[in-house]
């Protein structure tokens, strides 16, 4: 039987991002989804234009209720962009009545380059830290992980110092934490990739090859990945090598075909391999 997954994300009308990267992506991995909306927009958030933005309000814990009244369960819940900060506080209030308690994977969106975006502040990430004490996995950038322990942000940080700010993370609850976009401090630069930080554990920097650019995106497929590895039984470091290597393949493609950061990531080809490898694990198990 597939995993049963609740996804807590935005979901854009026509971007390649949030929510419109997460499904297929979880569900070519095998994974039932339930889909709780946090915000709904024509596009991307910064896109240029009279984006339309649709408010869930009250919606959002009334889906919840009613689940409950039916009974859903979900085997993991994953986290990514809320659109108000209660809505932090009802999936904290939802996990928390869970008898048997869901895989709690948090992608805290909330800010890149050292800013937070537009709307977000210091009441925003405290209600973050809250969520992310629950977490079984949390994946921030290296901007989100600054605001998360209350570190000062530069652009440049030596894997000695990500390493204090991950054990800051696992101060809070946390796992297991994968800070993305992380590359090593005066190498050739041309590998990026997660630095994992585990209790009792040595760091562990998995790289992939690095891409001229940022897409969009990037960070919903990277999240995504790694739910439908880490659901299919492998440890999380092992999830995290097969995450990067499937998102060089998504890069590489991306950039030959000429895409356009703006317009996301080329991500439909890996789905059938994707399929492949965890039907190939299935039968294995």
Known sequence: MNKKLLLVN???????????VNFPVLSAGQIEV???????????????GPVVKHQIGQDFNAMLNHWEFL???????????????????EIISYYLKQ??????????TMGDLGKLYKGFDAH???????????????MPNITEACYLTNTPYKEI????????????????????????????????NDQIGFYLIREKQKPVLL????????????GDLAISLMAVFYLAGFDIEA??????????EVLKVTLEVGQPKEAGLVFEPILSELYSMILKEKELN
């Not at 008898?99 to 805290?108: A, F, G, I, W, Y």
């Open 10 to 20: 935005d979901m854009p009308g026509a971007a390649k991002v949030a929510a419109n």
């Open 34 to 48: 339930a889909i709780l909306p946090t915000l709904i927009l024509s596009n991307y958030a910064g896109s240029p």
């Open 71 to 89: 009974g859903l369960k979900f085997d993991a819940i994953l986290t990514g962009y809320f659109g108000e900060s209660n809505q932090i506080d």
């Open 99 to 108: 008898r048997n308690q869901p895989k709690l994977l948090v992608d805290p």
């Open 124 to 138: 925003v990430v405290e209600k973050m830290t809250r969520l992310i004490q629950f977490a079984d996995l949390v």
């Open 157 to 188: 940080f030596t894997l000695e110092e990500l390493t204090d700010i991950g054990n800051k993370l696992l101060a809070l609850g946390a796992k297991n934490v994968a800070i993305t976009g992380v590359s090593e401090v005066d190498t050739s």
């Open 207 to 218: 790289s992939h090859q690095r891409f001229p650019d940022r897409f969009f995106g990037t």
């Open 239 to 248: 999830s995290l090598v097969k995450t990067g290597k499937l998102i060089e």
